[in-house]
């Protein structure tokens, strides 16, 4: 069964403290990998797509790594606006259709 | 601002109703997604629509259906519904039919059901 697992479910880091997040996946075949942030309240924002594995993609602090099993978004040097939860999701290969399998997100709260 | 936008921000009804939500696309996408959040299931797909087909189907359930109109605006309607319906639904949309284009999503509407 195709399943994604995000972990810490919850993460407080100090201003400046860098860390990472992860997302682990079991597909039958990987067509890509997206990364999300979302405030409370809204609307996911999209982030990344990674397609296959040894990619990586940078966004001022983040950086998504991706691997045949995980990827992990990295947050180097946080600040207080990055506090909000990020979700990964995965797009498996289906014939004929498509799926999309979200985690439950990993809420990152950053301190000053 | 992500340019789709959803009517209305905020609905609560009864067991048993029927409601629609409205979603429409940023300008020049052909997709839209439908996707439900609850607090015990987090965000689950729903289903696509591309240029008024039916493109993709998630965990969608019987009592519920979408269409995508000609202006490419499309609803979600649910019927029969149930408590655990309460859910945020958020609405996204992308460019094309592939399934890897990058979703923008909408703020969402709160659908509350006592």
């Known amino acids: 069964e195709d399943q994604v697992t995000q972990s810490p479910e919850a993460l407080r880091l100090q201003e400046g403290e860098s860390s990472s997040l992860n997302c682990s996946y079991t597909?039958?075949?990987?067509?890509?990998l997206f990364w999300y942030r979302q405030d409370p309240g809204k609307g996911p924002e999209f982030l990344f797509t990674?397609?296959?594995a040894g990619e990586e993609k940078e966004k001022e602090r983040l950086k998504a790594t991706l691997t045949k099993k995980e990827s992990f978004l990295h947050i180097t040097a946080p600040k207080p606006e990055d506090s909000a939860t990020y979700l990964c999701a995965v797009q498996p290969h289906t014939s004929g259709t498509y799926k999309y399998i979200f985690g439950t997100g990993t809420r990152l709260k950053v301190l000053a | 601002d992500s340019g789709v936008t959803q009517t209305p921000k905020h609905l609560i009804t009864a067991t048993g109703q029927r409601v629609t939500l409205r979603c429409s696309p940023r300008s020049g996408d052909l997709s839209v997604y439908w996707y439900q959040q609850s607090l015990d299931q987090g965000l689950q797909f729903l289903i696509q629509y591309y240029n008024g087909e039916e493109r993709a189907k998630g965990n969608i359930l019987e009592r519920f259906s979408a269409q995508q109109f000609p202006d490419l605006h499309s609803e979600l309607n649910l019927s029969s519904l149930e408590l655990g319906d309460s859910a945020l639904y958020f609405c996204?949309?992308?460019?094309?039919?592939?399934?890897?284009?990058?979703?923008?999503f909408g703020p969402g509407t709160r659908l509350t059901v006592l």
């Open positions: 597909v039958s075949g990987l067509r890509g």
């Open positions: 990674l397609y296959s």
């Open positions: 996204a949309s992308s460019v094309s039919g592939r399934g890897t284009d990058t979703q923008y």
